[in-house]
């Protein structure tokens, strides 16, 4: 099952600035390392392309995707 989640980021199409939907590529390693590479999927233009994300801020997506999910647990969901 490959993880999904979204976050602020830029189409590298159609500049689209704003919440995009990411994804992690089958085979690859994300362990710390300066940049990881995600699929990245606009909304606005429906294209999907591959983004070298810094890994700090790649970092900040898995918590911020971590916290949501505990939430939803919570919750019951």
């Known amino acids: 099952m490959t993880t999904k989640f979204r976050a602020w980021g830029q189409c590298l199409d159609c ?11 089958a085979g690859e390693a994300y362990e710390e390392v300066d ?33 949501y999910r505990e939430a939803q647990a919570e919750r019951g969901e």
């Not at 500049?15 to 590529?25: K, N, P, Q």
């Not at 995600?38 to 916290?67: G, N, V, W």
Request: negative net charge.
């Open 35 to 67: 940049a990881v590479m995600l699929l990245q999927y606009c909304p606005a233009c429906e294209t999907s392309d591959h983004a070298m994300i810094p890994f700090d801020y790649y970092e900040k997506m898995m918590l911020e995707l971590q916290a």
């Open 15 to 25: 500049h689209f600035e704003g919440m995009l939907e990411y994804s992690h590529i």
